[in-house]
Nanobody, 127 residues
Framework: QVQLVESGGGLVQAGGSLRLSCAAS????????MGWFRQAPGKERNFVAA????????DYADSVKGRFTISRDNAKNTVYLQVNSLKPEDTAVYYC????????????????????WGQGTQVTVSS
């Protein structure tokens, strides 16, 4: 079992930046692949980024490549999502997710393949 708590969201103007954090409970954080997803009103929950257990592998949705960076600090049981050059279409609730599966293939981009989820943090980008 792992509990996840996101923070760092807020209201920002287009072109601005935020750093989202996801704090995980327990002492087995390094045993989980971590992902970030986002969901806008009336939309599906979509993949944003994922990072392997050691942090050596990352993957991003095409829509955020070059603007967002996922990282993790296993000593602090925390995964981060640095979001830069924000656009109004980035407005959504951002969720972190965890699963014990290793980051192989493409499962990490499918929300239904993660077993643990945080409560989400709102990111609003004004034009």
């Amino acid at each position: 079992q792992v509990q996840l708590v996101e923070s760092g969201g807020g209201l920002v103007q287009a072109g601005g930046s935020l750093r989202l954090s996801c704090a995980a409970s327990g002492r087995t954080f390094s045993s989980y692949t971590m992902g970030w997803f986002r969901q806008a009103p009336g939309k599906e929950r979509n993949f944003v980024a994922a990072i392997s257990k050691s942090g050596s592998i990352t993957d991003y949705a095409d829509s955020v490549k070059g603007r967002f960076t996922i990282s993790r600090d296993n000593a602090k049981n925390t995964v981060y999502l640095q979001v830069n050059s924000l656009k109004p279409e980035d407005t959504a609730v951002y969720y972190c997710a965890a699963d014990s599966k290793g980051m192989y293939g493409t499962w990490h981009a499918r929300s239904r393949d993660y077993n643990y989820w945080g409560q989400g943090t709102q990111v609003t980008v004004s034009s």
